[in-house]
């Protein structure tokens, strides 16, 4: 993925889940904290976790159809961290560039470079 790709795939899954009249710009929506976007509605009382669990969700099935995911990425996370970091931190987080937190999105699917030399050799299906 391009980092292009991440930050549109990271505002438009936060975008999908939180529907709003008028969305900011991406660079106003990746200059905000986490917790400064977050909607005003109260999740269902069942799940109280339902807004942080369904944005991550989405980014991750975003970065899924690209053959990706972001380890550590989930709903806890984006509770736990909310007030801590900006929508800018976790793209550099996927980008594989925030030393605050390290890591970055991996290959979903082994790519075929990644397999055995034996397996090279078969034919996908």
Known sequence: MT???IKLAIYQSFYSVVRIGVQPSQD????STIVSTWPGTPPP???PTF???S???EIQQSFMSFG???PGLDGG???ANASKYKWNDVYLWAN???PAIPGGILDYIPTPAATSATSATTTPV
Do not use: E, M, P
Not at 28 to 31: G, L, M, S
């Open 3 to 5: 980092s292009d790709q």
């Open 28 to 31: 106003v929506f990746f200059a």
């Open 45 to 47: 009382t069942a799940w």
């Open 51 to 53: 807004w942080y669990d």
């Open 55 to 57: 944005v991550a969700l």
């Open 68 to 70: 990706k995911y972001l």
């Open 77 to 79: 996370w984006l509770s």
């Open 96 to 98: 594989g560039t925030n």
